[in-house]
Every structure is written in structure tokens, then in C-alpha cells.
């Protein structure tokens, strides 16, 4: 025992222990309560005990929380030579930094990343000593960046401040409940979660409610936002070893989640690794495939709800593989926007369309005209206009040619761009209408001919009332505009009367005969330098 009087006034309890954890001196303490040598839990010396073993055996410094009598302490331990080692004892002082960090609230509603990484560190530390892995998962949230690009980045921080106090807020009472979490923000629109088990029933039930919190509508500015949470999970022991490799893995997996649109937690396996060699293989294939124009269309036909009469042939990028069979436009087209081919599709496409529309449309009214929808690289790339130009004075009139625009690309886009179009008599339809973000001010300010709604929404009409109550929205807004409201998805009779009954007139889906243009066309090669 120390008999040092300014010692023994230090507000922090400073040991000198050796290797097996017996106390050889003690001093101060002061400020420390209740956290007297003799009066510990056996957690809590079991843990010191494997503090100084591991400092000694790395010659290092470890630092690691626990909870002692109700109160929340801090010990820091430094190796004194091969045998011994010092550990300093704090008391984490309600509304302190390190109690909000370790209740998991905080002062701020953005997440400090670096006291996170630190505190993630701390924690694999802890777990290794005591032979208990936990689990770490990533959270990518989608929305927020769209909500910067298209309303104000100001209003983007403050959903994502919104939604991690709710968070946060969670975390605070999972502290009574099992499994224990915190919460840290990696970016601007990802977080992450340390949850304090193995278990991936667990895990995956853990982080299945926090993406349901953030599924949950927010405010900012009297008006509510939706959030779409993408999640991938990796566990210590099992899937890494490093507090980087495990939070590698955990990207890697909620990459899986969003590339996929799973609403599940997906876990880190091999299996993702040879999924991404075969992405890789695909985004070669595709190259290939668009220099030899194997990228084809399929046309489905626009009709008029009421008298079946076709008014429009809406073409959708199609990709036959020899080998892989068809494959879906969603796998193939992320391939392309991540490998920087989206713009060099979307030219080869147009082209096909204007090869197609010579030699379909023969067989068409002359009022039927045909849809192209670009993609939104090529909508935003610099050439667009001038490639549309080209189009339409070599191969389509522009009274025939309809330009589909996704509604979240419309609105990101100076409306009076499209004006040029319009004057030259294309129409301008404004596709996925009620899936994303909308503008209704660049709706009215731009000619737009149409707006299709969601086919997600129209397939939902009879059973969900929440769906038919975007497409009522969607439709009342086309027409208050002077806009002809469509509808994809139009399976069955009853489906097509909703719609009517609700003022749409025009809509595609499986109730119409399909699009004879099983003709094949010539097919050419395109560059993709």
C-alpha cells in the first residue's frame, strides 16, 4: 500500500498489478466512489486480469469500459517491465463525452467516425480477452444523397440528424435489454452497428429493427421523407480478425444488400467474393455484348384503357446471354452505371430503337409512336441533346418518338433543357412516378406529355390502400397539370376498371396482347471507346 499523501488525493485509482492480477501498490481514487480494490465484481477482475497480461505480453497500452456497483468506469493499463503493469481508473461522469459515447447518445446528432473507429477498436480488444466475439454491421441509406442533389444538402443533414437521434435514442434503451449496441456514422449517408453478440438470429433480428426505424417517415420542413436502409453484417472470430477487415466485410455485404434491393441483413461469406469476380466477368461480357449489339428490346404496348387501342410501344432493354440466359435488366444495368458503360449503353440503345422503328413500325398506325427510356448517365452527360438530335434527323420523326424520364433523374436536371425536345415535338414522359422524390414545379414549368406511375403502386391498387391512394395522388396531380396520367402493370379487368375509376386512360401490362416485333432486325456493332 502507498502511504504518499499526494498520491493518495489523485481523483483517479492507480494500481500496480502483476501478470496473475494480485495488487502490489494502490494509490488515490478520490473520485472514483465505490470502485475499491476488494469490493470488485469477478467480471471485473477477471477483466483486469486479462488487461494486464495482454499489455505485458504486447508490451503496449490497452484500454477497455465496464460497469462496477451501477456506475460506468474507464481503465487504461501500461506495461511496467515483463512482470507488472499499471492500470489508472477513472469514473465516467454522467453527461460526460465518454458516458454519452458509452450510453450510445451523444451531444451532437452527427456521430463522431473517429471516437467510433476508436471505440470499435476497444471493444474487439475487450472481446478478444474475454473469447467473445460480437458482430458489426453497415447500414447504407439511400435517399439522403438524392435529397441533397435534388432539395438542399441542409435538408439532407437534417433527415439524417433526425433519423440518428432516433437511433440513438434505440441504442439508450437496448442498454437494459440483450443484445447491447452503439451506433457510428461512416459517411454521410452510412452507419454502422457494434452489437454485442455472435448469434446471427440475433444479429439479424438487432439490425432488422433499426432498418425499421429508419423505414419510418420523417419530417423536415413539414414535409415527410422515406428513407430505404440497405444492410450487410460481418462477426468477429468468424469473418475477421481487425476492426478494418471487419467493417470491410460489413460494406461488402450491405454493397450485396443495395446492388440486390434486399430489405434483409445480409451476412459476409465467400460466397460475396466470387459474386464480385463474377460481376466482374459480366461487366466484360457487357462490354462485349454492347460492341456486337446483343442488347436488344422488348416492346410492350401503351393502350388506351378504355378501347384497347394501342397508342404507344414502350421499349425495355433486353440481354439474352448465350450462355447465362436472360439476364435482368436491374443486374446488368448497375454493372454498367458502377463500370462507367451506362452512357455508351444508353447511345447503342437509342440507336437499336431507330433500327427497330424502321422495321417495325410498318406494321403500326401512324400515329403509334415509340417510347425510348435513357438512362441516366447519357441524360446527364453533355452530348445527350446533340445525340437525340442526330436520332431524330436520321432515322425517327420526332411526332413518333417518345423520351421516358425517370422521375428522380427529371427533377435533377434543368427543366429547360428538355424544352428544345418538346419544340421539335417529342414528348416528354415522366416514368416511376411515386417512387423516389418529385418536384411539382418542374412539372408544371416543362411541356411534359405524360407521367406513369410506379408500376409497384398500380399492381397494389385493390389491396393496398395506401397504394391507391399514390396512384389517386399521382393521377389528380397529371391531370391538374394538364398531364395524361398512364399506368404500367395492368394485369386483369378489374385492375384497368380501378384505374379508370380513378380518371387514368391509358395504361400497359399483361391484359393487352404482346407487341409483335419478333422480326429480327439487323444488328450492329457499336464502339465503346
Known sequence: MSHDPLLELLPDLVLL???????????????????????????????????????????????????????????????????????????????????????????????????????LKESMSVAMLREKPFAVAVLYIDGIPDIAQIIATRVSEQIMSAAIMRLSAQATESAELNPKWYLGQLGDNVLAMVIDTSDRDEVDACVSRVCESLREPLEAGGTEFRLKPYAGAAI?????????????????????????????????????????????????????????????FRYVGRHELR??????????????????GEIRPAEFLRVAESTGL????SRAALQTLCDDFATFSKKWHPDVRISFGALRDHLFH??????????????????????????????????????????????????????DLGSISSLAR?????????????????????????????????????ITPIAAGIDDREQRDALLDLGCRFGSGDLYPPIQSDITAPRVAFATA
Request: proline share 4%; charged share 30%.
Open 307 to 324: 378501347t384497347g387501342r394501342l397508342i404507344a410501344c414502350v421499349g425495355y432493354l433486353r440481354w439474352e446471354h448465350p450462355l447465362r
Open 236 to 296: 468477429l472470430g468468424l469473418d475477421a480478425s481487425t476492426p478494418k477487415t471487419l467493417l470491410d466485410h460489413a460494406r461488402a455485404a450491405a454493397a450485396e444488400a443495395r446492388r440486390t434491393g434486399c430489405n434483409e441483413v445480409i451476412f459476409h461469406s465467400d460466397t460475396l467474393e466470387l459474386r464480385a469476380l463474377e460481376r466482374l466477368d459480366l461487366a466484360r461480357e457487357l462490354r462485349e455484348a454492347i460492341a456486337n449489339g446483343d442488347i436488344r
Open 446 to 482: 416543362v411541356p411534359v406529355s405524360g407521367l406513369q406511375l410506379d408500376r409497384a403502386w398500380v399492381t397494389a391498387i385493390r389491396t393496398d390502400e395506401i397504394a391507391r391512394k399514390v396512384c389517386r395522388a399521382g393521377i389528380n396531380l397529371a391531370l391538374s397539370l394538364g
Open 17 to 119: 498489478l502483476r501478470r496473475d492480477g494480485r495488487i502490489i501498490a494502490q494509490g488515490g481514487g478520490r473520485a472514483v466512489g465505490p470502485m475499491r480494490p476488494g469490493e470488485w465484481s469477478q467480471a471485473t477482475t477477471e477483466l483486469l486480469t486479462l488487461l494486464v497480461r495482454r499489455s505485458i505480453a504486447q508490451r503496449t497500452s490497452v484500454e477497455a469500459r465496464f460497469a462496477e456497483a451501477g456506475r460506468e468506469y474507464a481503465v487504461h493499463v501500461t506495461a511496467q517491465g515483463p512482470d507488472r503493469a499499471v492500470a489508472v481508473i477513472r469514473a465516467v461522469l454522467p453527461g460526460s463525452p465518454e458516458a454519452a459515447e458509452t450510453s450510445g447518445e451523444h451531444p451532437r446528432p452527427q456521430l463522431d467516425r473517429r471516437g467510433f473507429l476508436a471505440r
Open 382 to 435: 453533355q452530348d445527350f441533346l446533340a445525340d437525340m438530335d442526330r436520332a431524330l434527323a436520321e432515322r425517327v420523326p420526332a411526332v413518333r418518338l417518345e423520351l421516358r424520364i425517370a422521375e428522380k433523374a427529371f427533377v435533377a436536371r434543368d427543366p429547360s433543357d428538355f424544352t428544345q425536345l418538346q419544340k421539335r415535338g417529342v414528348q416528354l414522359v415522366v416514368d416511376e412516378v411515386g417512387r
Open 342 to 345: 451506362a452512357t455508351t449503353l
